[in-house]
């Protein structure tokens, strides 16, 4: 819900709930999305992996526990790297006044 507010917009997401629902969302569901949650999530990531560190899950090695985040993390910086690359075929969307699609910079 988090990723969806703010790629799609947490106002726009609000607007989209209280169109289609008999649920009314006020303006403390966008402050909560965009400004609580976000913080919120990071801390307890943060608490988890320091909790990791200090004893590692199962009783197993550092170095396999290494292994295993490696086969996760390298994969993921990868998608990300090829995310915040310009696209072939953008500059010309670019010129003729398009938004650039998701995972490209405005140049």
């Keep these: 819900m988090v990723l969806v507010a703010w790629l799609y917009g947490a106002g726009r997401l609000r607007t989209f709930v209280n169109a289609v629902s008999d649920v009314r969302l006020g303006g403390w569901f966008v402050w909560a999305l965009v400004a609580v949650i976000p913080p919120v999530l990071a801390l307890l990531l943060v608490l988890q992996v320091i909790a990791e560190v200090r004893e590692p899950y199962g009783g197993y090695p550092a170095w396999a ?15 990300l790297a090829g995310a915040a690359r310009p696209r072939r075929g953008d500059a010309h969307r670019q010129i003729a006044g398009e938004k650039p699609a998701y995972g490209t910079r405005p140049r």
């Design 65 to 79: 526990l290494a292994i295993g985040w490696a086969a996760v993390g390298v994969p993921f910086l990868a998608f």
